[in-house]
């Protein structure tokens, strides 16, 4: 799941070498938070949050397909 949502926010982004993940387990959750440049912010939240809405509908059908539970989060 890392490995996918970091391959997705890279090829959004104008600068991927800014571009981390960390992974936390929070109450039987797994937390991924993004954090990218800060001109690539805009890019990864995208028009009324519809790219980042994308991130999480994909993210979540991943981890149902683990039987897990997973959340995005992107960070400024």
Known sequence: MR?????IAKQLVDNPDAVSLVEEEKEGKIVFKLKVG????????????RTAQAMRVL???VAAKNGKRAILEVLD
Not at 3 to 7: A, K, L, Q, S, T
Not at 38 to 49: P, Y
């Open 3 to 7: 490995d996918f949502i970091e391959y």
């Open 38 to 49: 800060e001109a690539d912010v805009g890019k990864i939240i995208g028009r009324k949050g």
């Open 59 to 61: 993210l979540s059908a």
